[in-house]
């Protein structure tokens, strides 16, 4: 049966997920010590409450457009499309948001309840340092105090990021535990999260750890696929026919797929870091080569050897370099209504350059695996078909990383 | 019954507080284990409590972290760990042993392949540290059936509907976070836990352990005074750390820290009786 929105009686039901206990299937749930079961509940019931406040909502709406500077554009690229000879690529611009990529999105939303929950410190993980420079610019404008937990691997790495969340008043801790990165930084959350329950709020960056995170994380991601959807109406009077975005924790893809779940004609591509190649084991893909088990709090896809101890990812982009992924995404994966690929570091590097030079957009190194596939995809389409792409972030960040991989010092 | 039960029953019939010191298994190398362990019994260890080595023990503190690490630089996995137990047993019939880990190694291996290899091996009991009971339906009905206990990890912030949950699906005992932290920090507040043993007991039949932040013999002594058991992680695990570059000093030294406890326990005990 087909409705009067074009949806699908029967697809109608991908978009309601997850169940009360917070699974996707047998994906999500709330996978934690006994302590922190109290506090994540408390978190589920006020947001539950906020979310359907008005006055939560127009604060909100007002931030976003204010402060974040949306809605996004949606960019049409011609000049690349015609380069590539298929569908029309059209970019999500989420790199020009304050700070400079999605992440701030949920930062603003999730900042807005602490502060309606009454806690006074925040803490957060950080990898790339992108979800941490946005908790501590959402802090500094709330005046709260701010702890960021980073790898001791990935301080090195991102310098300047670590540089900028100080500026912005917030405290970052170097983790030097386990492969000291990204995932070590959220065991170290976590366990300050324990230890400070009353007065500390926990600002996860993606949509993965225990229920409420995902399905929170995903809901004010969800302003990305909100705006795309009637930007594309507006600007080419239907809908497209395949949506694509890079997946790390999977929060920006789950953005912009979730308000088009529903709509069946159009495909979902989420694109993970291949690294130096699937068969070389040094990738960052547990969709694509990984398999299910438990970690930081939920059930979903990983990177685990035979015993079941977490392994090291590798990804050009620090982004993408997480061994778990998102539980929606999981769940998606296995009944097939999107569609999950990897691109390598070098595909990835390839778009980086052929995008900044053909459009004048110097994409983040994570958004680059989204528009690695988008080349490959776009020449085996018609002209008058449609692609959008997540450009989730800015690329200035990672100009070091480039010049480096390209023998020259910046 | 259980051995978990037998040996509680004992104890209470004895007027005993139970001590189960926990080590990690492989740490700081697979030989030393099975050796510490009965070394641990002869020290006055009632119930041992073996970890399982996990790559992100999420609500462990350092020492514990570390002491994963050592065990992981020899690959000590959860198969390793069982037929550690499955050793033990041999020489020992009597000591329950409970298993304390993390979800993922159990999801890789299967409930039910776990839960076979388990009894087999002769384990009592598992805590999960990240199974709480909304997810763990599965892994109880599995070990259930093979007559081993779940035990449940209790906080200061469990309301009586979720320990009475706690209490109707698993077994053994109700394992006692004494504060809002990880393994081996310095908050325990021995009035604080008391009142909360206090509370819990009201919602249980299980014997209730007291565990996190035990450091020492007088605070072992204080706990002993009214839970069923008392736990000791760090404090052991951070002497094992010290002799880890002298292996073989581990499983004659290390057990003095259960011994001054036990001790220290039982004079209590017998004040408070005598009183």
């Known amino acids: 049966m087909v409705t009067q929105t074009g949806q699908t009686a029967e697809s109608a039901r991908f978009s309601e997920m997850p169940d009360a206990g917070g699974h996707f299937g047998i994906y999500g749930g709330r996978f934690v010590a006994e302590t922190l079961m109290g506090p994540l509940e408390e978190l589920r019931l006020a947001y539950e409450r906020y979310v359907g406040d008005a006055d939560f909502q127009a604060e909100l709406d007002r931030d976003l457009a204010q402060f974040v500077g949306r809605p996004s554009p949606l960019y049409h690229a011609e000049r690349w499309s015609r380069e590539l000879g298929g569908a029309q690529i059209y970019l999500k611009r989420e790199d020009l948001n304050h700070t400079g990529a999605h992440k701030v999105n949920n930062t603003v939303g999730q900042a807005m309840l602490a502060k309606r929950m009454g806690k006074r410190r925040i803490i957060a993980e950080t990898g790339a340092g992108q979800h941490g420079v946005a908790s501590a610019t959402v802090a500094a404008r709330y005046g709260m105090e701010c702890v960021v937990y980073m790898g001791a691997e990935d301080i090195q790495r991102q310098a300047i990021n670590v540089y900028r969340m100080r500026l912005l008043g917030a405290k970052v801790v170097a983790v030097e535990s386990g492969s000291r990165t990204l995932k070590d930084a959220l065991n170290e959350a976590m366990r300050d999260w324990v230890s400070n329950v009353d007065d500390t709020f926990y600002i996860i960056g993606t949509v993965a750890g225990p229920h409420p995170y995902p399905a929170m994380v995903r809901d004010f991601q969800a302003v990305i696929g909100r705006e795309a959807r009637s930007q594309i109406l507006a600007q080419a009077g239907r809908l497209p026919d395949a949506l694509i975005a890079c997946v790390g924790g999977g929060s920006n893809a789950i953005g912009l797929f979730h308000p088009f779940l529903d709509d069946a004609q159009v495909a979902l591509y989420g694109v993970e870091g291949g690294g130096k190649g699937l068969d070389s084991g040094q990738h960052a893909a547990p969709l694509c080569a990984g398999r299910p088990g438990v970690l930081h709090g939920n059930r979903t896809y990983l990177m685990e050897d035979a015993d079941g101890q977490i392994i090291e990812t590798h990804s050009v982009s620090a982004g993408l370099d997480y061994p778990g992924v998102g539980p929606e995404h999981a769940w998606l994966k296995d009944i097939g209504r999107a569609s999950y690929v990897a691109a390598s570091d070098s ?43 997540n450009l989730s972030g800015r690329g200035d960040k990672d100009i070091h990383t480039v010049a480096a991989l390209e023998g020259i010092k910046v | 019954m259980s051995r978990l039960a037998t040996c ?53 503190g350092p020492t514990i972290q570390a002491a994963c690490e050592r065990a992981l630089r020899h690959h000590t996995g959860l198969g390793d760990v069982l037929a550690m137990v499955r050793e033990f047993r041999s020489d020992n019939s009597y000591t329950p042993v409970v298993l304390m880990g993390y979800s993922n190694p159990i999801e890789v291996m299967g409930y039910e392949d776990f839960a076979v290899a388990a009894a087999h091996a002769g384990v009592d009991g598992v805590l999960t540290v990240d199974l709480p009971p909304e997810e763990g339906a599965d892994l109880v009905a599995a070990l259930n059936s093979r007559e081993i206990d779940t035990i449940f990890l209790a906080a200061p912030t469990s309301d009586a509907g979720r320990i009475q949950r706690m209490s109707a699906g698993g077994g053994g005992f109700l394992y006692y976070v004494s504060f809002k932290g990880v393994t081996g920090a310095d908050r325990l507040d021995v009035g604080a836990v008391r009142d909360q043993v206090a509370r819990i007991r009201a919602h249980t039949d299980l014997p209730v352990g007291v565990g996190f932040g035990i450091r020492d013999a007088q605070i072992a002594a204080q706990i002993a005074a009214f839970a069923d058991a008392v736990i000791v992680g760090s404090a052991l695990v951070n002497r094992i750390a010290e002799l880890a570059e002298q292996p073989q000093r581990i499983v004659a030294e290390a057990p003095q820290v259960i011994a001054q406890m036990r001790a220290a326990m039982d004079a209590d005990g017998t004040v408070a009786a005598a009183n």
């Open chain 2, 8 to 60: 509680f029953d004992a104890l209470r019939g004895r007027g005993r507080t139970a001590l189960i010191p926990y080590v990690t298994a492989g740490d700081p190398q697979p030989g030393v284990t099975v050796p510490l362990m009965h070394a641990l019994v002869e020290a006055g260890a009632d119930v041992l409590e073996l970890g399982v080595p996990f790559s992100d023990p999420m609500a462990d």
């Open chain 1, 347 to 389: 595909e990835a590097l390839e778009a980086f350059h052929e995008l900044t030079r053909t459009e004048g957009i110097m994409p983040a190194l994570e958004s680059s695996h989204a528009l690695a596939h988008a080349r490959r995809l776009a020449p085996t389409l018609d002209k008058d078909r449609i692609l959008i792409v």
